[in-house]
């Protein structure tokens, strides 16, 4: 009876945890990055590396020119521009850069996806 209480304690824990976090990212406006395939997160690894790597560090939060993207898209918010970390927001900095980040005319929406896939790996 015992082993039967504890059991429906911790499921019921669980659920509670998963309905608080969903809450959350509802209530922040938060949301998951999509599911990329390998393919994409290796393009996107290669293009960081080609156009990123020189400004931002991908492993760390630590600042090179530009802030360090570690945990980017789990964060709640961007750490330059402070609104919500999200895919969206992600390829809008990309698109449009703000304060002293270059533009990238030359990315196409498809590579850009492929950056914001592999950043969502970090």
Known sequence: MKNI???????LLAFSVAACTKQKQ????QKA?????EKSIEAGKAL?????????DAYSTREIVGPGLLGILKNPVLP???KP?????????????????PPF???????????????STL
């Open 105 to 119: 005319p030359d990315l196409t929406d498809d590579q850009i996806d492929d950056i914001v896939a592999f950043l």
């Open 33 to 37: 990055a999509p599911a990329a395939d």
């Open 26 to 29: 509802e209530v922040s406006g």
């Open 48 to 56: 960081f590396v080609e156009k990123c790597k020189t400004c931002h």
């Open 5 to 11: 209480f504890s059991m429906c304690a911790i499921i």
């Open 85 to 101: 970390a999200t895919p969206e927001n992600i390829k809008n900095q990309i698109k449009h850069p703000s304060k002293d980040m």
């Open 80 to 82: 330059e521009s402070g």
